[in-house]
Nanobody, 114 residues
Framework: VQLQASGGGLVQAGGSLRLSCSAS????????VAWYRQAPGKLRELVAS???????NYSDSVKGRFTISRDNAKNTLDLQMNKLRPDDTAVYYC?????????WGQGTQVTVSS
């Protein structure tokens, strides 16, 4: 499975962005799909995930502001980000898992100005 992320950019605090990840193969068969992010000087962290096609999980820092969604027909994984804050600035990566195998997209930069 190859993943291609898009939709990043520069936005002011309080604004919104929508990230999209397109997959070359079927996402439907993958047990976990997720978005991670990595800020400068920090470890990559899990932002949101969908487990077994229906269980959504969010990190405490984005809960209530971000929404993850998948479209199995289009093989896409989206992340709607609202009420963005400067500490959301990071490179965002889409991820898919099948068993112990992880697939990663190339990352898309999100910069939130204060």
């Amino acid at each position: 499975v190859q993943l291609q992320a898009s939709g990043g950019g520069l936005v002011q605090a309080g604004g919104s962005l929508r990230l999209s990840c397109s997959a070359s193969g079927s996402l439907h068969s993958l047990s976990v799909v997720a978005w991670y992010r990595q800020a400068p000087g920090k470890l990559r962290e899990l932002v949101a995930s969908i487990i077994s096609g229906r269980i959504e999980n969010y990190s405490d820092s984005v809960k209530g502001r971000f929404t993850i969604s998948r479209d199995n027909a289009k093989n896409t994984l989206d992340l709607q980000m609202n009420k963005l804050r400067p500490d959301d600035t990071a490179v965002y990566y889409c991820n898919a898992q099948s068993g112990n195998v992880h697939y990663w997209g190339q990352g898309t930069q999100v910069t939130v100005s204060s």
